[in-house]
């Protein structure tokens, strides 16, 4: 469970560092690094995907894996 990794105070920043250091799920045991999202604080729609896959953990970007150019 995840709920022990989260920061006391929730902002982005806070969140992407405990993201990076998270150890809630076993997602972390084979990734090399987080992929935590990208684009703008005041976005009006905010996508959300699966667990990264080998693309993305190698890019460090989402939605950049195979599926993305279909």
């Known amino acids: 469970m995840a709920t022990p990794f989260l920061p006391a105070r929730l902002s982005l920043k806070a969140l992407r560092e405990a993201a990076s250091e998270c150890h809630?799920?076993?997602?972390?045991?084979?990734?090399?690094?987080?992929?935590?999202?990208?684009?703008?604080?005041d976005?009006?729609?905010?996508?959300?995907?699966?667990?990264p896959g080998?693309?993305?953990?190698?890019?460090?970007a989402p939605f950049v894996g195979p599926a993305a150019a279909s």
């Open 24 to 41: 809630g799920c076993p997602l972390y045991a084979r990734a090399t690094q987080t992929v935590f999202g990208q684009g703008r604080r």
């Open 43 to 51: 976005a009006r729609i905010m996508l959300v995907g699966e667990q």
């Open 54 to 60: 080998n693309a993305e953990d190698q890019q460090g």
